[in-house]
């Protein structure tokens, strides 16, 4: 979702506008799909068992990326968006398929947090300089790596790691950076 910024296509605060607009598109398809009944066969591609009965994740993506890119600053919510782009869908392909509330192997966890780290450091160095961004970086990841590590179900609904991977990798990032000034 941050490529058009990234390629200086928009300013970072047209896209958190087009986010909104995507936000509100899907907060429609998801009514259409959760409320109204309507059952087309690109849902039953794009959601899991799980997600029958509550918001699929290509939603939460979307909504867990448009707050992150609302709420923190550019060299703070774009990583935080391509830990998700990039180090949920390479867990993914490492991973195999589990049930919710079902852990994934340290394996999975560790590349996943390599990835996250990669995606963190050319952001967050030039930011914040070589050690502190480094350290910033390391928060995210592991952050982000702790939100796709367990996906907990709270009160009969799934957390999925797509809602939650963004915002806990900026969280962490942010703490680093203001704990440091």
């Known amino acids: 979702m941050p490529l058009p910024y990234l390629l200086g296509l928009l300013t970072w605060r047209q896209l958190g506008w087009m986010m909104l607009g995507l936000s509100a598109v899907v907060a429609g398809l998801e009514v259409i799909r959760l409320v109204v009944g309507l059952d087309w066969k690109v849902f039953d591609e794009l959601t899991r068992s ?13 909504f867990s990326t448009t707050a992150v890119a609302l709420v923190f600053r550019p060299e703070i ?33 560790a590349a996943m947090f390599l990835v996250c780290l990669g995606v963190g450091l050319p952001f967050l160095v030039p930011a914040a300089g070589p050690v502190v961004g480094s350290v910033a970086a390391v928060a995210g990841a592991l952050g982000a790596t ?8 709270v009160a009969g609904y799934v957390v999925d790691d797509n809602l939650s991977i963004p915002p806990t990798a900026c969280l962490a990032i942010a703490g680093v950076l203001f704990a440091v000034g």
């Open 50 to 62: 799980y997600e029958e009965t509550n918001p699929a994740g290509y939603a939460l993506y979307i």
């Open 77 to 109: 919510a774009v990583p935080g968006m391509l830990m998700l782009a990039i180090g949920d869908p390479v867990s993914g392909l490492l991973g195999r398929t589990r049930e919710a509330g079902e852990r994934k192997r340290v394996s999975t966890l």
């Open 146 to 153: 702790l939100a796709d590590g367990v996906k907990p179900v």
